[in-house]
């Protein structure tokens, strides 16, 4: 009887943790590295507010939610996908609920116990756990070198699995230093940019001074230059001094980061009234003012807050202020975004290794036995769950490949 094929596993994240637990499963001796002292920290953090495992949204309305890859993303989750994860969760004794926004969280909303329990049963299923190890690369033979506070250690195994995350929390483990060491392979590795994240534009110092931290609370929003009607949402998103970010701002960040990547800015159109279409709106801003101000005219008769009238006039200027000019500012109130955050804001990152560069089964078409999983390939995905779903689903999907392939 031969020996159990070794199974290295680069990266203690879910993607990470998953391929180890399935690498396991099918009788592979697995060891875990992580350059951190301790493993799943960003899980950690994004439990924070309540940990979001998956979305109850059925197939293939979730697929779509990964846009341009809906297909690659798809086929992982064929083998993991949403309803797989509650009940991979509930094995551990963990109930889960969905919320009001189809949003699926532990029961307790919390990350530790979970955690920890996963980490317990794969140390007792007997996956080497090894921290506090960053990986290096391999060397002229395909072995991994690795570097840990005290030496350089060299090591060979049947087969490995990168799962070494994108490149925003960098101080949690994922800070994109991976990537360099595919340059001048036959790898493609495509620029790790911000998903998920805040955007930049030129308020005034008044505006900011008064509402910065303010949120925008039911609007409808869009890429004006997309050209995409059915891509508006409606959320709510937050003034910053820097700009604009929350929920709303994430769900569209994709599409705004690539068109200011394209031209250099991108048009986000508000409706700060969703439910008050326009005509209606000048018919109520045409009722006298009496005595008073502009502002408080649009907050009686308009229905704006403070934050919405401050946006108004922000929009106007010292411009015209008549009640078809301040329907339009309420109805199309057009910011110009400049830049998205750096990544080390972002949650969550897009690019990475291209799918042209993998086979179905994620290993390295130029690497023969080496697989990849999670944030790290180039795929991107809003909050909601998905991200964390997919990760896990591609970790399964490596874990066993890459056992599988070693045990050949």
Same mark, same amino acid.
């Given at each position: 009887?031969?020996? #159990? ?189 911000p998903a998920n994240c805040g955007f930049e534009c030129a308020w005034s110092t008044h505006f900011t001074s008064r509402f910065a931290g303010h949120a925008l609370k039911r609007v409808r929003a869009l890429c004006l230059e997309c050209n995409d009607p059915a891509a508006a ?28 990547? #394209? ?126 779903? #997919? ?18």
């Amino acid at each position: 009887m031969g020996h #159990a094929a070794r199974i290295a596993i680069i990266g203690g994240g879910p993607a990470g943790l998953m391929a180890a637990e399935c690498a396991r499963a099918e009788g592979a001796e697995v060891h875990l590295y992580d350059h951190k002292s301790s493993v799943g920290r960003k899980v950690l953090i994004a439990g924070k507010g309540g940990l979001n495992l998956t979305h109850s949204e059925p197939r293939p309305q979730f697929d779509q939610r990964y846009r341009e890859r809906t297909t690659e993303v798809g086929q992982w989750l064929d083998g993991f996908d949403g309803d797989a994860f509650r009940e991979w969760v509930h094995a551990f004794g963990i109930a889960t609920v969905v919320g009001s926004s189809g949003r699926v969280f532990p029961e307790d909303l919390k990350a530790a116990p979970l955690l920890r329990a996963w980490v317990r049963r794969l140390k007792a299923d007997g996956v080497h756990f090894h921290v506090d190890a960053r990986w290096l690369g391999f060397d002229a033979n395909g072995a991994c070198l690795f570097r840990t506070k005290d030496a350089s250690l060299v090591d060979s195994f049947d087969a490995v699995v990168l799962a070494l995350g994108g490149g925003s929390w960098p101080e949690l483990g994922s800070d994109g230093q991976w990537t360099h060491y595919f340059d001048n392979t036959a790898v493609k590795v495509r620029p790790l940019l911000p998903a998920n994240c805040g955007f930049e534009c030129a308020w005034s110092t008044h505006f900011t001074s008064r509402f910065a931290g303010h949120a925008l609370k039911r609007v409808r929003a869009l890429c004006l230059e997309c050209n995409d009607p059915a891509a508006a949402r409606i959320g709510e998103c937050v003034i910053s001094t820097y700009g604009l970010e929350g929920s709303l701002i994430y769900a569209l960040s994709a599409s705004l980061r690539d068109q200011i990547l #394209a031209t250099g800015h991108a048009t986000l159109e508000l409706d700060l009234q969703p439910d008050v279409d326009r005509a209606t709106l000048i018919h109520r801003l045409l009722q006298p003012r009496g005595g008073r101000s502009l502002g408080e005219h649009l907050r009686r008769k308009g229905g704006l807050n403070a934050v919405q009238v401050a946006l108004v006039f922000e929009q106007l200027g010292k411009g015209d202020h008549s009640a078809d000019a301040c329907a339009q500012a309420v109805k199309h109130c057009q910011i110009i975004l400049r830049a998205a955050r750096p990544i080390e804001e972002a949650i969550s990152s897009a690019g990475g290794v291209a799918f042209d560069s993998l086979t179905d089964d994620l290993m390295l078409a130029a690497r023969p036995g080496v697989f990849c999983a999670g944030e790290m390939i180039d795929w991107e995905a809003p909050t909601g769950g998905y991200l964390l779903t #997919a990760c896990m689903a591609s970790g399964k999907l490596a874990g066993q490949a890459a056992a599988r392939w070693a045990k050949q």
